[in-house]
């Protein structure tokens, strides 16, 4: 309803041009890696939620944010350089500047390839959708994506006969399955040396002891930092418009989709990941604490609570 009030608004149809402006190229993302989820080009609601909450931080500055952010990282650099005393200088160099080089192409790669490349070819099988809906066939264009790749073309030449039947099924089976807790692995578990290995530990996480103290949660220390703040509980992007500024992000895991977040949040706390997951990596460079692969983190922490996120010492306390 946002974009329609804002037609009648002082300065509203040239901030939604604006934002028509943004969503033509950066809008070809969604909630999920997935052909069904409706992107941000077809429905900016995200858009202006971020734009809203982003407004409200009279703190918050992104071109000052960056230019912290690069004034840092130059320090630190000359910290090394100077801890080399003469030592391989050059290959420091040469392989610091591979990093800041391959970083970026992988971040690329995630939003032009993976992201916008899943959203695009989402609009031609809408369109077929709607073709099916016009045929009477199904109900919703958006029940296409209940068909499989065989049916749909089927159903395109005229076979198949009436779809609503099978669309039905699929969706009850979808919400049977969403509901259900996916175990640890499919198929023979990792051997022990390779659960051992550093970098498998790093990046998937390893599962920290329990703590003793009901009110503590152990994670991996993925972020340095301590906040204390409001939990709020987000399962998926769907409840995502409902975490305000300053409060603490609780999810069980993030993917690029959820970067958007993170200069809203004052900490984040997952159920997933290790020191080199998605959620650790964002959260370092966003500068706010962050304790990852908790694995009971969403089903301890209350949305609403008063909880303290340590990310140097990789813990979550329950304060309320």
Known sequence: ????????????????????????????????????????????????????????????????????????????????????????????????????????????????????????????????????????????????????????????????GDLREVVAQRRADWKKFQEMDPPAAFGTPPPPEQAADPFFGKFFGVAPPEHPDPRMINGNAASAGKVTGIARVIPSLDTADRLKSGEILVCPATMPPWTPLFALAAAVVTDHGGVLSHTAIVAREYRIPAVVGTKIGTSLIKDGQTITVDGTEGTVRLES
């Open 1 to 160: 309803q946002v974009a329609a009030a804002l037609e009648d608004v002082e300065g509203g149809p040239a901030f939604l041009g604006a934002v028509d402006e943004h969503t033509a190229k950066y809008g070809w993302r969604a909630k999920d890696l997935d052909i069904s989820a409706t992107t941000w080009r077809e429905d900016p609601a995200p858009v202006f939620g971020l734009v809203r909450e982003y407004a409200s931080r009279d703190d918050y500055d992104p071109e000052e944010e960056f230019k912290s952010l690069v004034a840092a990282r130059e320090a630190r650099e000359k910290v090394l350089i100077d801890k080399l005393n003469g030592g391989p200088v050059e290959m420091f160099t040469q392989a610091l500047e591979m990093a800041q080089q391959y970083l970026p192409i992988q971040e690329n790669h995630n939003f032009w390839i993976d992201q916008q490349g899943t959203c695009v070819q989402r609009m031609p099988v809408l369109d077929a959708g709607r073709r099916l809906v016009e045929a009477d066939r199904i109900s919703e264009a958006s029940d296409v994506f209940l068909l499989q790749y065989d049916e749909l073309q089927d159903a395109l030449r005229g076979g198949n």
